[in-house]
């Protein structure tokens, strides 16, 4: 009798996509000892659904500086301040090589699928894709609602310098008081994705959550 041939292994099996989480992660808090607690929680509690959409902290107020004193216009500006992000997503990266840097949507969902948590650099895809304006009025956290509605995420944390009480806040209110961009407001009720505002000494209360724990009430930002 003749032995049936043998099977050649199939490709391995693709790992199940979890709910997405667009995580942006305030330039500010470079200038603190809790950036890297915040880096170490990503790396490892968001590997398979974090996408990190790095600040522009003080790259981007290099940008401010100098057209305040050369007087470029706002699209220069805009251009200058993706490039600002970008250089904080490579230093973050520097501190962080676990994280993978990707441009576009589909990019970050094959690092997702790969078991990595992505950072995204964003100058190139928003200059060609976004609709929002040109302009100081759309800083990290409208790019960062704006990302998470391009890649369909289930979840938009911004993580910021500031410590936050729980309970509800309207966007615009928080646009009011300077904690978010103009252009915020509209974009998270275009996008329609839960929304939390953390601070710098949440990284745990996050980690919990991107690892399906339960934590106390959080700051919710509201359309």
Do not use: N
Request: glycine fraction near 8%; charged fraction near 20%; hydrophobic fraction near 50%.
């Amino acid at each position: 009798m003749s032995r049936a041939p043998r099977r050649r292994p199939g490709p391995p099996a693709a790992r199940p996509q979890a709910a997405v989480w667009v995580i942006k992660l305030g330039g500010s808090l470079a200038d603190g000892d809790a950036l890297r607690h915040w880096l170490e929680v990503l790396a490892a509690a968001g590997r398979g659904r974090a996408v990190v959409v790095p600040g522009g902290g003080r790259f981007a107020d290099q940008v401010r500086a100098a057209q305040a004193c050369a007087r470029f216009d706002d699209r220069a500006a805009h251009r200058m301040a993706l490039l600002a992000m970008e250089q904080y997503a490579v230093m973050l990266c520097a501190l962080a090589p676990a994280l993978a840097p990707v441009k576009t949507p589909r990019g970050a969902r094959r690092a997702l699928a790969r078991g990595r948590t992505a950072i995204w650099l964003p100058s190139a895809y928003a200059l060609a894709a976004c609709p929002l304006p040109a302009s100081w009025d759309t800083t990290s956290d409208s790019l960062a609602a704006w990302f998470a509605w391009r890649l369909g995420a289930q979840r938009l944390v911004l993580v910021k310098s500031l410590h936050c009480a729980a309970g509800a806040a309207p966007a615009a209110a928080l646009c009011a008081a300077g904690i978010v961009d103009r252009a915020f407001p509209q974009m998270l009720a275009r996008m329609g994705v839960p929304t939390l505002l953390l601070g710098p000494s949440d990284a745990p209360r996050l980690e919990a959550l991107l690892r399906g724990g339960r934590v106390g009430r959080l700051l919710r930002v509201t359309a």
